[in-house]
C-alpha cells in the first residue's frame, strides 16, 4: 500500500491538477508490476520496480537500443530511480495472444510483422554492449531443470548414472548453442510480450536482452509456452524468416536444414530452462498458472530430442524421470 501511494505522489507531481485513474495494465513474472494511468484523453503506462528487487538501468538502456534499431519499444517520459517508477508510452492493451485467441486468421500477418522487427532488431550495431549469453548464462539457466523440475516438481533425486547423462546432455546442447552466430536476444520474444500496435508490434520485457545465438528468440516466437502452432506452419514461418534475414545480410546458415537444426537445438535449451522457471514461480513465487504452460513446453522438448539422435539420452532420462503414459492425455484447442 505504502508503494502505492508513493506512485500516486509521484504521478501527481508530473501531472498537477490533471485528475487521473489508476488500474493494474500487468504483472510479470518479476517483482515489476505495470499500472495504466488514465486521463480524460489519454493514457500512459507506469512501472513500478522497487529497486531492492529490480534496477531499472537495463530496462533504460535495452529500450534505447532498440528505438535506435527502429523497433517500436515504449518510449520513456519520466524516471524515477530511487523508488523504481518509470512513465511510459502507452503501447495500447491488446496482446499478440489475446488477439489471436479472438481471431487466430490473424497469425501470418502479426507473426510476418513479428518476423521483420526481429530481423530489424538482430541487425542492431549496439548490441555487443550488451551481457554475453555465454556458457556460464546458457549453463545457468539449464541447470534450472534439475533444481527446480526434477527435484522440487517431481521430487526426485538423480542417481550418479542420471546426472553423468544429464552433464553430457548440457554438454552437446551448449556445443551447438555457443557455436552460433551471434545477435541481440530478446530472451522472451513470444505472444505475451509482442502488443498488437501500430506500427505492429509494439515490444516490451526487453530488459534482459543479451548478445546471443541467432535462433534463440526465434524459439521464444514460434515454439511459444503460451499458444500452439502446428510444425508445418512453423517450418513455413522459419523458410519465410531465414529468407528475410539472408536477404538483410544477417549471418544465418546458407543451409535451411542446418540453420533449422541450430533451431531445434536452441529450442532444447530453451524449453528445458522454461520447465524449471515454471515450477519455480509456481513452487517459490506461489504463480500456480504457469504449471498448466508446463505440458506443451514438454511436448516441444521431446519431440526435438526424438528427432536427434545425440539427444535421445536426453528423451531417455525424461521417460525415466516422467513417463507419458502415467499421466492423462492432454488436447490443445483453439
Not at 556458457?135 to 545457468?140: F, G, H
Amino acid at each position: 500500500m505504502e508503494r502505492m501511494q508513493l506512485l500516486e505522489n509521484w504521478l501527481k507531481e508530473q501531472f498537477p491538477a490533471e485528475p487521473f485513474t489508476l488500474q493494474p495494465a500487468s504483472a510479470d513474472a518479476s517483482f515489476r508490476r505495470y499500472f495504466r494511468v488514465s486521463f480524460d484523453d489519454r493514457t500512459f503506462v507506469v512501472m513500478d520496480a522497487p529497486p531492492q528487487h529490480e534496477d531499472c538501468t537495463p530496462f533504460l538502456q535495452v529500450a534505447e537500443i532498440l528505438a535506435a534499431a527502429g523497433v517500436h519499444v515504449p518510449k520513456i517520459l519520466a524516471r524515477n530511480l530511487e523508488h523504481g517508477f518509470l512513465l511510459l508510452s502507452d503501447l495500447g492493451n491488446t496482446t499478440f495472444l489475446q488477439a489471436l485467441q479472438s481471431q487466430a486468421d490473424l497469425a501470418n500477418q502479426l507473426y510476418g510483422d513479428a518476423m521483420d522487427a526481429l530481423v530489424k532488431l538482430q541487425l542492431s550495431q549496439q548490441a555487443e554492449g550488451l551481457p554475453g549469453y555465454d556458457e556460464t548464462l546458457l549453463l545457468r539457466e539449464l541447470n534450472l531443470f534439475p533444481d527446480w523440475y526434477i527435484a522440487r516438481h517431481l521430487q526426485i533425486d538423480l542417481s550418479e548414472k542420471q546426472k553423468t547423462v544429464l552433464h553430457t546432455v548440457f554438454t552437446r546442447i551448449l556445443q551447438n548453442n555457443l557455436a552460433q552466430p551471434r545477435v541481440l536476444v530478446h530472451r522472451d520474444y513470444h505472444s505475451r510480450n509482442l502488443m498488437v500496435a501500430s506500427p505492429n508490434p509494439g515490444i516490451i520485457d526487453f530488459q534482459d536482452a543479451v548478445y546471443g545465438p541467432i535462433t534463440y528468440d526465434l524459439v521464444s516466437l514460434f515454439k511459444d509456452a503460451y499458444i500452439r502452432w502446428d510444425e508445418e506452419r512453423i517450418l513455413d514461418w522459419m523458410i519465410r524468416y531465414w529468407e528475410k534475414a539472408r536477404q538483410a545480410g544477417l549471418p544465418v546458415s546458407a543451409d535451411f536444414a542446418g540453420f533449422y537444426r541450430d533451431f531445434e537445438w536452441m529450442g532444447v535449451q530453451r524449453h528445458l530452462k522454461v520447465l524449471g522457471i515454471f515450477a519455480r514461480l509456481n513452487y517459490r513465487d506461489g504463480k500456480t498458472t504457469y504449471l498448466q504452460d508446463m505440458p506443451l513446453v514438454m511436448e516441444y522438448l521431446r519431440k526435438a530430442c526424438k528427432r536427434y539422435r545425440e539427444l535421445h539420452l536426453l528423451l531417455n532420462l525424461l521417460d525415466e524421470l516422467d513417463p507419458v503414459e502415467s499421466g492423462p492425455k492432454i488436447g490443445y484447442t483453439f
